[in-house]
């Protein structure tokens, strides 16, 4: 397919609706649109049009005698290069009615368009320099946003602000890399242009730019997918009402049978524009049934996962039972990279004496198991150790150890777990027009081949090799880099990429 043809498609949803927006794109958009489109009964000279003025007028078939009118529509004329994709282009607005969305794209196939592949409007806007390669993917991401946070990643990596801070990176690099380069054709003169201090500063500084982005990651592709939140806990503890009751609809079955859930149930759901995403588990219990024991390996496998873990106990057990419940959740947690929200369930029925018993004689108990889980990861219980980590000291973590009582049928309870899911979320950055977490896995891998690469180049510094082999690995880092802004691709990387846009855009 030739980038010269005219393209056209719907940019608007699928199905009926009030208006649908029609875009044509390509050398011939003008005078297609003109062939059918008539302003007080005539069609309009190409020297009447002005590029960004809208005309109100008939959308008619050109063919029959007596032409008729397909629909009153808007049409909008834009002149390259000043267009989304940087060629003259037109968009019609009119009527969502399928069958006028699809007589329109008729006549304007009849005249010369093609239907447009998913993404081509995007990819020619990158082609025509209009965006970059991340850029032209924060225009699918911004699509699909499906909370604040996700959006305003979307925004910011539209606006450039990834794009640039790579670009003044790889700059830098390609500088040394040159001087490198340059060494090679004075090779029998043994002298030395790349100075190796200035080097090896640079690398310091770029290494630890792209540690920091690659380590946003695990949160923009959270921030992308959801949160996930894994609720956990014995059988017959409330885990399905709870799940239920957060997302305000009977999503799970709920039973006085145990081992009701036999495989995890996942849904999202958005708490203050932040979206998480939801797993209900099979309960932990011992059992033989083969069914059930797969059930509980996935929720061990989700716990696992999961960045919050919700415990839920069954208040109505013995205490004795409600602390062996607890201790086989926690010691499956890893409480130095996972927030842990314990809740005793039930509470409208259990006993109130047992609350205190619960929180006066266990509480030393929870703490030493706490401090075992910090020291079971390689951390050692300090205030000084504990900040740099979770950004609290041990007063404070020890106070987030205290069991909370709710019922998963008291709706106060419920939005008091919910703001508790989001304020305990201390690992949330707040997102801003400035913010850069990575969350597309195509820029995650370049990045991280790019850091290896800069790391052979700083191990070659160390050993000294020759400016050759620096040189190489710099290139290597290079090529990772601009991969990610498209200022090196093939074609099998942009069709992979824009056949994933919808189809329109």
């Known amino acids: 397919m030739s980038k010269y043809d005219t393209i056209c498609a719907v940019s608007t949803a699928s199905g009926t609706g009030a208006i649908a927006v029609i875009r044509l794109s390509g050398t011939d958009s003008h005078d297609i649109a003109r ?61 969502g009615s399928e069958f006028v969305q699809q007589k329109i794209l008729e006549l304007l196939c009849v005249r010369g368009c093609r239907l447009a ?32 946070a996700e959006h305003r990643i979307a925004v910011n990596q539209l606006k450039g602000g990834f794009s640039n801070e790579l670009r003044d990176l790889r700059s830098k690099l390609v500088d040394l890399t040159s001087l490198l380069e340059l060494e090679l054709d004075f090779s029998e003169e043994d002298v030395e242009f790349a100075d190796r201090t200035k080097l090896n500063d640079l690398l310091d500084t770029a290494l630890k730019h792209i540690g920091k982005l690659t380590d946003s990651f695990r949160m923009g592709n959270a921030i992308k997918h959801g949160i996930p939140v894994a609720i956990v806990g014995e059988t017959n503890t409330g885990k399905s009402t709870l799940l239920n009751a957060i997302l305000g609809e009977d999503r799970a079955i709920v039973s006085d049978i145990e081992g009701t859930t036999r495989d995890t149930i996942e849904e999202t759901f958005t708490i203050e524009g932040m979206m998480y995403r939801f797993i209900d588990t099979a309960g932990i219990r011992e059992t033989t049934e083969t069914i059930e024991k797969i059930g509980i390996e996935r929720t061990f496998k989700k716990i696992s996962e999961a960045d919050i873990v919700i415990g839920l106990l069954d208040g109505t057990k013995s205490v004795k039972g409600i602390i062996k419940a607890w201790k086989d959740i926690v010691n499956r947690v890893n ?50 150790y504990c900040y740099s980590i979770t950004g609290m000291d041990l007063y404070d973590i020890h106070g987030l150890l205290t069991f909370s009582y709710m019922s998963a049928k008291n709706p106060e309870d419920i939005e008091n777990l919910k703001s508790s899911i989001r304020h305990r979320y201390t ?3 707040d997102i801003d027009g400035n913010t850069t977490l990575v969350s ?30 620096l040189a ?10 601009g991969s990610i802004t498209g200022e090196v691709t093939n074609g099998e990387v942009l069709n992979n990429i824009f056949s994933r846009f919808c189809i329109g855009k």
Not at 59 to 64: A, G
Not at 458 to 465: A, D, I, R, V
């Open 472 to 481: 190489e690995d710099l290139r290597q880092a290079l090529y990772h880099i």
């Open 440 to 469: 597309n896995i195509r820029h995650f891998e370049a990045l991280t081949h790019a850091k290896e690469s800069l790391e052979q180049v700083k191990n070659g510094l160390e050993n000294k090799l020759s400016a050759d082999l």
């Open 117 to 148: 592949e998913p993404g081509e409007f995007s990819k020619r806007a990158y082609i025509n320099g209009k965006l970059d390669l991340a850029q032209a993917e924060a225009v699918a991401d911004l699509i699909a946003a499906q909370n604040e």
């Open 335 to 384: 409480l130095l990279k996972q927030n842990l929200i314990i809740m005793v369930n039930k509470s409208d029925i259990m006993d109130a004496t047992k609350m205190f018993t619960l929180n006066d004689d266990y509480l030393d108990y929870m703490k030493s198991t706490y401090e075992k889980n910090i020291e079971n990861h390689g951390g050692y219980m300090t205030d000084e």
């Open 427 to 429: 690992d949330m950055p």
């Open 35 to 95: 062939y059918i489109f008539r302003k007080n009964g005539n069609t309009l000279n190409v020297n009447e049009i002005e590029p960004y003025k809208v005309y109100y007028g008939e959308i008619f078939d050109p063919v029959p005698d007596d032409k008729p009118m397909i629909d009153d529509a808007l049409v909008t004329f834009f002149k390259a290069p000043h267009s989304y994709t940087g060629e003259d282009s037109v968009e019609i607005s009119c009527h």
